[in-house]
Each structure stands twice: as C-alpha cells, then as structure tokens.
C-alpha cells in the first residue's frame, strides 16, 4: 500500500478541512482499503469519518426514513425501525457481503463509490431518496452518474440518506457467490402514484427501469418486460444476455415481495 | 499510539498506512491470526476490535488507537481453552488449521448473536465471510454449535469473552 496520512477528526468541519490535495474519505473501508492495498488507489491523505459525531443515527422524519451515512449494513439490517419502516431495506443490508463486512461497511461509503454491481444504489434510486451532505442535498436521480461516479464534488461528504417511504419495498438479487455482488439486481417500491424500478449489476450504473415502472405502475399483474439495453455488462461470470435475463427473473421476484 | 492487546496496553508506532494484522503478526508476533486471501475474502485474518468480530487484513492500526483487541491468542491458554477452542478440538473442527483462527472468531460471533440454540442454516449463512480450503465445514459447522452449548454453560454468551 503507498504510504498516506491518516486524519481522524471529530467534526464534520474538521473533516472538511482535513480534505486537502490527493485526499479520500474512508467510512468502513471495505471497497477503499482492498482498492489501495492491490494498487488500484492512492492517496496522500486519508480521511477517516469514523469519530465524526452523529453520522450513524437511524430515524423517522414525515415520510422519510433517515439513515446517517455511518450506519454499518449490520446496524441497518438490525435496526428495529428500518425493520418496522421499509423492512426490505434490512433485508437489503443483511444481504451485503459477508458478517465481517457487514460489521464495518457504510450506506454512505457504498453510494459515494457507487460500484455498478452495489446493492443500496438500487434501492436509493427505487426509494426516490434525497442524499443529505456537508454541502446540500441531492435527489437520488441526480446523484448516480456514471461507473464509480457520483454527483459528489470533491470534498463533499455525505451525511445521510433520507428513503421516501413507501407503501412496500422489495429487493431480490442474483448473487456472485464469492464476491456477494450483484450480478443482477432489482429494487421495487410501491408509492401511491406509481412504481419506481432500479436495476443494478448489469450495466455501467444503477438505472431505473423505465419499461417496467411503466408497465407495473398501470397494473401489478402486467406481463413483464424484457431489459434492452445496449450497453449490458458482458464479462467471465455472465454475458449482457443473461444478465438480461436475471435481471427480469428479479424483477418477478421482488414484485412478488410488494404485492398486498 | 495505545491499543489493548489481548488484555495488554501495546504501544504503537507505526505508519499510518499500516495494517492492523501486519502489525500483530510482525510486530507484537501474534502469529496465531493469519493472512490467506488479503482481499477481504477469506476470514483467517478474523479478529475482535472493541468486541467485535473483523477482518484485520482491512482494518488500519491507526483507526484502532484507544482499541481493544483479542486475537486467538487471547482467548484461551493451551492449560485452559476458550470453549470454542475446546469444541473445534473435540469436533475435528479443523484439518490442516489454516483458516482456524478466524474460524473460532467467527464461531464466537455467531453464539454471541445467535445464543446456544443456533441452527445450523444460521451458522452456515454466518460462516459466508470464512474460507476453509480444506472443505471442512462440516465439522466446522459441528463444532460451532458445540461450542455456543458450551459457552452458554460457562456464562460467556452474557458477557464478551
């Protein structure tokens, strides 16, 4: 790993400040630490949001379920009130990874990264979230913008994700069986105007499923659509085809989690 | 920079890119916790910061300052094993030992959560993030749940061991 200097400050502001030149934030480190100890990142300044106070509260504001943007996928999977709110969320998170991973991965650190194969984006973009950071918010549609990209600006931190709650939730996807990411996922959400449809490991980026929010949305019961995309994920565990493929059997699968 | 090691004040003094299980296996030579994958895959490197059960292959020393940690050498004496320990003994737990260490950290997190009575598709869901090349899950999986009957019995499951 080449060398960096470790900043681990006690605000928000002070996280801010200590973001200088070459600089990353860490939250649990689990896609960040892997990516420098092979080489494929470098900083020289490495901020650590880990005693940041109140970054890891999970609440209910209105309509909107409010997780901090340090909330491990195990707290979130645990938590009684993600559980009694948007129960298919925790379900989400106690899928991700492993126990060990789970244990130290964030909400924020996944969608800052916004791995194309991560599961939470799925469910940002299907839950109409707004992003809440240091600098403002952003609406989940904005936000994912590309493979690892993010509507992020540098220096900005993410303090939590605030999900609109919706009448039912759903998450259902086919897993690598060693890494636990997505080869294709599908997240679901049922509002009184309508369903909302985001797909993730098949493509560039998470996306919404346009077709099938327009189809779902004048009935439940309608025949599902097929995913055409031209720029499908082909790679060694699967091509775009069958990606395509899994991506309309997850699709039947979550719905099945949102009827009733 | 002060971190509690197996009950013990360690100093440390490292830089800040330093690994957390680089520095128990070179510095303090707490061998007992080992390196397989380096990827986060595999779990050998399993250890408990703050009671917690991780992997020390992702974790950096520095976010450990003021810290807790136990290895497996900190869990039992050869005289006197930690139940877990004990149960991977007397379950053939293990073949060639490799990825045991983290075996038994992950042991210990799943009867802490999941108490005495723990199902054997829970363990096997718990045991997702741990590696044994010797496919012996088996008697892993036996020796688990032994060992969360016995700590239960010992009254560690109240408690962090």
Not at chain 1, 184 to 207: C, L, M
Not at chain 1, 235 to 254: F, K, N, P, W
Not at chain 2, 65 to 86: C, D, K, N, R, Y
């Given at each position: 790993?080449?060398p960096f200097t470790l900043a681990?400050?006690?605000?928000?502001?002070?996280?801010?400040?200590?973001?200088?030149?070459?600089?990353?934030?860490?939250?649990?480190?689990?896609?960040?630490?892997?990516?420098?100890?092979?080489?494929?990142?470098?900083v020289e300044t490495l901020?650590?949001?880990?005693?940041?106070?109140?970054?890891?509260?999970?609440?209910?504001?209105?309509?909107?379920?409010?997780?901090?943007?340090?909330?491990?996928?195990?707290?979130?999977?645990?938590?009684?009130?993600?559980?009694?709110?948007?129960?298919?969320?925790?379900?989400?998170?106690?899928?991700?990874?492993?126990?060990?991973?789970?244990?130290?991965?964030?909400?924020?650190?996944?969608?800052?990264?916004?791995?194309?194969?991560?599961?939470?984006?799925?469910?940002?973009?299907?839950?109409?979230?707004?992003?809440?950071?240091?600098?403002?918010?952003?609406?989940?549609?904005?936000?994912?913008?590309?493979?690892?990209?993010?509507?992020?600006?540098?220096?900005?931190?993410?303090?939590?994700?605030?999900?609109?709650?919706?009448?039912?939730?759903?998450?259902?996807?086919?897993?690598?069986?060693?890494?636990?990411?997505?080869?294709?996922?599908?997240?679901?959400?049922?509002?009184?105007?309508?369903?909302?449809?985001?797909?993730?490991?098949?493509?560039?980026?998470?996306?919404?499923?346009?077709?099938?929010?327009?189809?779902?949305?004048?009935?439940?019961?309608?025949?599902?659509?097929?995913?055409?995309?031209?720029?499908?994920?082909?790679?060694?565990?699967?091509?775009?085809?069958?990606?395509?493929?899994?991506?309309?059997?997850?699709?039947?699968?979550?719905?099945?989690?949102?009827?009733? | 920079?002060?971190?509690?090691?197996?009950?013990?004040?360690?100093?440390?003094?490292?830089?800040d890119h330093?690994?957390?299980?680089?520095?128990?296996?070179?510095?303090?030579?707490?061998?007992?916790?080992?390196?397989?994958?380096?990827?986060?895959?595999?779990?050998?490197?399993?250890?408990?910061?703050?009671?917690?059960?991780?992997?020390?292959?992702?974790?950096?020393?520095?976010?450990?300052?003021?810290?807790?940690?136990?290895?497996?050498?900190?869990?039992?004496?050869?005289?006197?094993?930690?139940?877990?320990?004990?149960?991977?003994?007397?379950?053939?737990?293990?073949?060639?030992?490799?990825?045991?260490?983290?075996?038994?950290?992950?042991?210990?997190?799943?009867?802490?959560?999941?108490?005495?009575?723990?199902?054997?598709?829970?363990?096997?869901?718990?045991?997702?993030?741990?590696?044994?090349?010797?496919?012996?899950?088996?008697?892993?999986?036996?020796?688990?749940?032994?060992?969360?009957?016995?700590?239960?019995?010992?009254?560690?499951?109240?408690?962090?061991?």
């Amino acid at each position: 790993m080449t060398p960096f200097t470790l900043a681990r400050p006690e605000s928000l502001e002070a996280a801010r400040r200590a973001f200088a030149g070459d600089a990353a934030f860490l939250a649990g480190g689990h896609t960040l630490i892997p990516a420098m100890k092979s080489g494929l990142r470098s900083v020289e300044t490495l901020v650590d949001l880990a005693r940041v106070p109140g970054l890891d509260s999970i609440r209910r504001e209105g309509d909107r379920l409010v997780v901090g943007a340090m909330a491990r996928h195990a707290a979130v999977a645990a938590s009684p009130l993600v559980n009694a709110t948007i129960p298919g969320l925790a379900r989400l998170a106690a899928g991700i990874g492993d126990p060990q991973v789970r244990r130290r991965g964030t909400i924020g650190g996944s969608i800052a990264n916004n791995d194309p194969a991560a599961d939470y984006p799925a469910a940002v973009l299907a839950l109409d979230a707004i992003i809440e950071t240091s600098e403002g918010t952003h609406a989940a549609d904005d936000f994912f913008q590309g493979m690892f990209a993010t509507a992020l600006g540098d220096g900005e931190i993410i303090t939590a994700v605030h999900f609109r709650v919706p009448h039912a939730f759903a998450y259902a996807k086919f897993r690598h069986p060693a890494s636990r990411y997505a080869l294709a996922g599908v997240a679901v959400a049922r509002f009184p105007e309508g369903v909302r449809v985001a797909v993730t490991g098949v493509a560039y980026s998470v996306f919404r499923w346009t077709e099938a929010e327009e189809a779902l949305s004048a009935s439940l019961d309608a025949e599902l659509p097929t995913l055409a995309r031209d720029d499908l994920t082909s790679d060694i565990h699967a091509s775009g085809e069958y990606r395509a493929h899994l991506a309309r059997v997850m699709l039947a699968r979550a719905l099945a989690g949102v009827r009733g | 920079m002060r971190i509690r090691v197996n009950g013990e004040d360690r100093e440390a003094n490292a830089p800040d890119h330093r690994l957390l299980v680089d520095w128990l296996r070179e510095d303090l030579e707490l061998t007992g916790t080992h390196v397989g994958c380096t990827t986060s895959q595999c779990g050998a490197c399993n250890v408990m910061v703050d009671g917690e059960v991780v992997k020390a292959c992702t974790t950096l020393l520095a976010s450990c300052a003021g810290s807790e940690v136990v290895t497996i050498e900190g869990l039992g004496t050869p005289e006197a094993l930690h139940p877990m320990q004990a149960a991977f003994r007397a379950a053939h737990g293990l073949q060639c030992g490799f990825c045991t260490p983290g075996m038994v950290m992950a042991g210990i997190a799943i009867a802490r959560a999941h108490g005495p009575d723990v199902s054997e598709a829970t363990i096997r869901h718990e045991l997702e993030g741990n590696l044994c090349r010797c496919t012996g899950y088996q008697n892993i999986v036996a020796a688990i749940r032994q060992g969360a009957r016995a700590m239960a019995e010992a009254g560690l499951l109240e408690e962090p061991a």
